[in-house]
C-alpha cells in the first residue's frame, strides 16, 4: 500500500523566509503527485501537480515542487512566504498502476507565518 | 466551488445515533470520495466510488456505510455514532479518465457527545 510522509509537522516562518516542506511516499510504482493547502475553515485547494515530464512543476502563488524519483520525494518550496501563507499543506499521491484512483494525504505540516 | 455541496456543514449528535451526511456534485464526475480529517492524521479514506452502484471501502471503512444510487449524490452514513467518529468529513469528485480535477467540498464538522 502506497503512503506518504510529512516530516515537518508545524513550521513557523517570518515573512521573507525562505520555505521548504518535505513529503516522501512509499510506493515504486508510476504515480501522481500533489500538494493542496487548506486556509483556516476551508476546503482543500490545488497547488500544483506532478503527472510527468519536467520534474520541477510550477504551482500557483508563487510555490514550486521538484520531484526526484530517486529520493521518493516531491518538497514545496517558495523563495519568500507571506503571512497569507499562513495554512497547512498536504501532501498526496496516486498510483497510477493499481487502478485506484483515490488520493493518500501525507498527516499534513501546520505553516505560521509571522509578520 | 459551487460544485460539491456538502450538508450539513455542522452537526452534533449522541453516541449511537444513526447520521447521514450528504454530497452533491453537479459535474457529473464518475469518481467520488469520502474522507475524514483528525489531527496529526491528515485526510484518510473512508469509501469511494468509481460510479453508481459502484463502491468500495477504504482505510478507515469501520462503522460507515455508503450507497450510491445517482451519479451525483454520495450520502455517508454512520450508522451508530462513536465519540471517535468526531471530524471533519470531506467529500470530493474527479472525473473518470483523468487525475486532473480532484475538487474537494468545503466539508462537515461532526462532533458526537
Known amino acids: 500500500a502506497q503512503s506518504v510522509s510529512q516530516h515537518n509537522h508545524h513550521v513557523i516562518l517570518s515573512e521573507a523566509a525562505s520555505l521548504e516542506l518535505g513529503c516522501n511516499y512509499s510506493?515504486?510504482?508510476?504515480?501522481?503527485l500533489f500538494w493542496y493547502v487548506q486556509y483556516p475553515g476551508q476546503h482543500l485547494q490545488l497547488l500544483l501537480k506532478?503527472?510527468?515530464?519536467?520534474?520541477l512543476v510550477k504551482g500557483i502563488k508563487g510555490f514550486e515542487a521538484e520531484f526526484i524519483k530517486s529520493k521518493f520525494s516531491f518538497n514545496l518550496r517558495k523563495p519568500s512566504v507571506q503571512w497569507s501563507d499562513t495554512a497547512e499543506y498536504f501532501c498526496?499521491?496516486?498510483?497510477?498502476?493499481?487502478?485506484?484512483?483515490?488520493?493518500?494525504f501525507g498527516s499534513g505540516t501546520r505553516l505560521q507565518v509571522q509578520p | 466551488d459551487a460544485g460539491i455541496t456538502q450538508s450539513p456543514r455542522y452537526k452534533i449528535t449522541e453516541t449511537g445515533r444513526q447520521v447521514t451526511l450528504m454530497c452533491h456534485q453537479t459535474w457529473s464526475h464518475s469518481y467520488m470520495f469520502w474522507y475524514r480529517q483528525d489531527l496529526g492524521h491528515g485526510l484518510r479514506l473512508i469509501y469511494y466510488s468509481a460510479a453508481a452502484d459502484i463502491t468500495d471501502k477504504g482505510e478507515v471503512s469501520d462503522g460507515y456505510v455508503v450507497s450510491r444510487s445517482k451519479t451525483e449524490n454520495f450520502p455517508l452514513t454512520l450508522e451508530s455514532a462513536t465519540r471517535s467518529q468526531t471530524s471533519v468529513y470531506f467529500c470530493?469528485?474527479?472525473?473518470?479518465?483523468?487525475?486532473?480535477?480532484?475538487?474537494f467540498g468545503s466539508g462537515t464538522r461532526l462532533t458526537v457527545v
Open positions: 506532478y503527472f510527468s515530464g519536467d520534474p
Open positions: 470530493a469528485s474527479k472525473p473518470q479518465y483523468t487525475n486532473n480535477g480532484y475538487t
Open positions: 498526496a499521491v496516486n498510483s497510477m498502476d493499481t487502478g485506484r484512483r483515490a488520493l493518500t
Open positions: 510506493y515504486g510504482g508510476t504515480v501522481n
